[in-house]
Nanobody, 114 residues
Framework: VQLQASGGGLVQAGGSLRLSCAAS????????MAWYRQAPGPQRELVAA???????NYADSAKGRFTISRDIAKNTVYLQMNSLKPEDTAVYYC?????????WGQGTQVTVSS
């Protein structure tokens, strides 16, 4: 499974961005897809996830501001990010779980200026 993330950029605090993650396979065959982020440092944190059945979950920091969704016909998962804060600045990675295997996209930089 190949994942292509896009949509990052520079935005002012309070602004919005929509990230896209295009998968090389039918996403209905993927157990879970998720967005992670990594600020400078070793830890990568889960931001939002969507299961094959459509259930979603979010990090506390993302609840009420971010929305994960998918377009099955386009094999694409989105992360709509609103009310962005400087602390949202990070490289955002798309991930997919297929059986026991995890796949990662290349990451897209999101920078929120104050």
């Amino acid at each position: 499974v190949q994942l292509q993330a896009s949509g990052g950029g520079l935005v002012q605090a309070g602004g919005s961005l929509r990230l896209s993650c295009a998968a090389s396979t039918m996403i209905v065959n993927i157990n879970d897809m998720a967005w992670y982020r990594q600020a400078p440092g070793p830890q990568r944190e889960l931001v939002a996830a969507i299961r094959s059945g459509g259930n979603t979950n979010y990090a506390d920091s993302a609840k009420g501001r971010f929305t994960i969704s998918r377009d099955i016909a386009k094999n694409t998962v989105y992360l709509q990010m609103n009310s962005l804060k400087p602390e949202d600045t990070a490289v955002y990675y798309c991930a997919a779980s297929v059986g026991l295997l995890d796949y990662w996209g290349q990451g897209t930089q999101v920078t929120v200026s104050s």
